[in-house]
């Protein structure tokens, strides 16, 4: 996919907001993250905390991020830790779109894509190599549905210029309907 946008970044009384609705607390959140919008008509809300223990405390109020979506500009919250060094993924996260139907997501490709976009800009991605840069996300242990996404984003001139998403995918069903 084209390099997302990074949009801007949430006021103090948005952070709030966001926090409240998933029963954080200022001190869960990692300094080095801050809350940003990311993409451009696919927007996601990236919101880093410490560890994994913030994500496993996480009560979304699916109302109020629905709201909060609106207002924000955010389709969805994707709550993210970045894993201690010789973890097998960079991050664990859990994805929050109750404003698309989906009230957690297990695993979203497209999120981590946004991810890694944000990531170049705060410099939290691993050193790219030869233009590229990788990392693992791993997400859905919350739902029982554990899934990893592995992410390449390639650099030109040191900017992003494009995003990968590598991985597999399971059917879980198929339909059909008839009107």
């Not at 996919?1 to 949430?10: A, D, K, N």
């Not at 890694?116 to 691993?126: D, I, M, Q, R, S």
């Amino acid at each position: 996919q084209p390099t997302p946008p990074i949009g801007r970044e949430l006021n103090e009384r948005e952070c709030l907001a966001v926090l409240d609705a998933l029963a954080l607390s200022s001190a869960d959140l990692d300094p080095r993250c801050p809350l940003q919008i990311v993409g451009h008509g696919s927007t996601r809300l990236m919101i880093g905390v410490r560890g994994s223990a913030q994500l496993k405390q996480l009560k979304p109020d699916f109302n109020r991020l629905n709201t909060l979506s609106a207002q924000l500009g955010a389709a969805g919250h994707f709550v993210f830790a970045l894993q201690p060094p010789g973890s097998d993924c960079l991050t664990e996260s859990r994805m929050f779109c109750p404003a698309l139907g989906i009230p957690e997501d297990p695993v979203s490709g497209n999120a981590h894509g946004l991810l890694g976009t944000y990531f170049a800009k705060h410099g939290l991605l691993p050193e790219a190599i030869e233009g590229r840069a990788r990392f693992c996300g791993a997400q859905g242990h919350s739902l029982h549905r554990p899934g990893r996404v592995e992410v390449e984003i390639e650099f030109s001139d040191g900017a992003p210029t494009g995003v990968w998403i590598i991985g597999q995918a399971v059917l879980v069903f198929e339909t059909t309907i008839e009107l």
